[in-house]
């Protein structure tokens, strides 16, 4: 890894306030993208599996590398270099993920004879996984970032919240839904 002008990836000095740019070979890159996938899936996943839901650390893992190792491949062109060897590729392949991923989300939603409805949360964690999979295999870093902070955000506040709004709205969260609305 050697520092040189690039467009690959920056961070700041803060000696020199400038921007020194970190070169990445291809297959450091990928593997940077692939590890990035791993980590934010099996945060996600780790999220679960404390709150005791079916879908935990490994599926949310493996969905986010999946996704991720399926739109490497894709863009990967016969040169082994990282550039878009077919624009329309990369839109089948999003498709596809996002398609399957449903199905396994699908999995995981459970109703009870009352008309209870669980495990919503975990499928769409399992969803994003997916889609967080698929913009680092494109190495799309800012969106990763406000992505995972605001759906970090919603897992780690939502609870508080729905009580809140309970309390307030004096709804039980034990009833089942009212369909007549």
Same mark, same amino acid.
């Given at each position: 890894?050697?520092?040189?002008?690039?467009?690959?990836?920056?961070?700041?000095?803060?000696?020199?306030?400038?921007?020194?740019?970190?070169?990445?070979?291809?297959?450091?890159?990928?593997?940077?993208?692939?590890?990035?996938?791993?980590?934010?899936?099996?945060?996600?996943?780790?999220? #679960?599996?404390?709150? /005791?839901?079916?879908? &935990? !650390?490994? @599926?949310? %893992?493996?969905?986010?590398?999946? =996704?991720?190792?399926?739109?490497?491949?894709?863009?990967?062109?016969?040169?082994?270099?990282?550039?878009?060897?077919?624009?329309?590729?990369?839109?089948?392949?999003?498709?596809?993920?996002?398609?399957?991923?449903?199905?396994?989300?699908?999995?995981?939603?459970? #109703?009870?004879?009352? /008309?209870?409805?669980? &495990? !919503?949360? @975990?499928? %769409?964690?399992?969803?994003?996984? =997916?889609?967080?999979?698929?913009?680092?295999?494109?190495?799309?870093?800012?969106?990763?970032?406000?992505?995972?902070?605001?759906?970090?955000?919603?897992?780690?506040?939502?609870?508080?919240?729905?009580?809140?709004?309970?309390?307030?709205?004096?709804?039980?969260?034990?009833?089942?839904?009212?369909?007549?609305?």
């Amino acid at each position: 890894m050697a520092l040189a002008p690039s467009k690959k990836a920056c961070f700041r000095c803060r000696r020199a306030c400038s921007i020194a740019l970190v070169v990445l070979s291809g297959n450091e890159e990928t593997a940077l993208r692939l590890g990035a996938a791993l980590l934010l899936g099996s945060l996600f996943g780790l999220n #679960r599996e404390l709150h /005791g839901k079916p879908a &935990g !650390l490994r @599926t949310h %893992a493996l969905v986010s590398l999946g =996704a991720a190792v399926a739109t490497i491949v894709v863009l990967r062109s016969p040169a082994a270099s990282l550039t878009v060897a077919d624009q329309n590729a990369i839109g089948r392949v999003v498709q596809g993920i996002l398609t399957g991923v449903g199905f396994l989300g699908a999995g995981v939603i459970l #109703r009870d004879p009352a /008309g209870h409805v669980t &495990g !919503l949360t @975990t499928a %769409a964690t399992i969803w994003m996984c =997916a889609v967080l999979g698929i913009v680092c295999g494109l190495g799309y870093w800012l969106i990763l970032g406000i992505t995972f902070v605001l759906t970090t955000a919603t897992l780690l506040l939502g609870r508080p919240l729905e009580r809140l709004a309970e309390r307030l709205f004096h709804r039980h969260s034990s009833s089942p839904p009212d369909h007549s609305v």
